[in-house]
């Protein structure tokens, strides 16, 4: 039993380079977040996906695009990495809305 | 906007002592409150969650505390052992049509236990 897979696990990336975290649940959820976690910040939401199909904003979305691809699948892509990116991901899902998330292991990205 | 903190960053108890973690919410309209525990290099676990229609809700071994008169919410874990080291989070969730959804986090209180 999986859970919510994350991959990769490590990144470092040159500023202005793209990448795509990829995140899979097999818990069949509606609801899909990212997270970005930064040290004394806490868990700031990015984007969510309240069900299939939908995908909106959260807290700090800039400089992030993301893709509900199905429902097992929830992708956050940088277009062009800067330095503030520089962060803890987590991929998050839940059964409804607002309900109990179970996270990933994250995914630590380094942008020089 | 609205946040949720929590009043301590670290908090270091001996082993067998019971700890008590808390948590300030600044909006009364939440409706939905969960703490997490994140161990080191991993994603955040759930604990135990409370409803605002409740003000007190045990686990094994953990009870969480809700007092809507002064927005604060605590969570007490019995006889504390040393797998319990780790970070403790406190999360808010405000049912509403609008807005961003996701459940909001409080900065974390780094429990720390002592032989």
């Known amino acids: 039993n999986a859970g919510v897979t994350q991959t990769p696990k490590f990144q470092v990336l040159k500023t202005g380079q793209s990448m795509t975290l990829q995140c899979a649940q097999d818990m069949n959820h509606n609801s899909m977040y990212w997270y970005r976690q930064d040290p004394g910040m806490g868990l700031r939401l990015i984007y969510y996906?309240?069900?299939?199909?939908?995908?909106d904003k959260g807290e700090v979305p800039n400089g992030y695009n993301v893709s509900r691809l199905n429902k097992r699948e929830f992708s956050l892509r940088l277009e062009s990495a800067a330095p503030s990116q520089t962060s803890v991901y987590f991929c998050?899902?839940?059964?409804?809305?607002?309900?109990?998330?179970?996270f990933g292991e994250g995914s630590r990205l380094t942008v020089l | 906007g609205e946040s949720v903190g929590l009043h301590l960053p670290t908090l270091s108890v001996q082993e067998g002592d019971n700890s008590i973690i808390n948590c300030a919410y600044s909006?009364?309209?939440?409706?939905?409150f969960i703490w997490y525990k994140q161990e080191s290099g991993k994603g955040p676990q759930f604990i135990i969650d409370?409803?605002?229609?409740?003000d007190k809700r045990q686990g094994q071994r953990v009870t969480v505390l809700l007092n809507k008169t002064v927005k604060h919410l605590s969570l007490q874990i019995a006889a504390t052992q040393p797998g319990d080291s780790a970070v403790y989070f406190c999360a808010e969730y405000l049912y509403s049509g609008g807005g961003a959804d996701g459940l909001t986090f409080g900065k974390g209180t780094h429990l720390i236990i002592q032989p």
């Open positions: 409370i409803r605002s229609n409740m």
């Open positions: 909006n009364s309209a939440s409706d939905y």
């Open positions: 996906s309240a069900s299939e199909g939908t995908t």
């Open positions: 998050a899902s839940s059964a409804i809305r607002g309900g109990e998330l179970f």
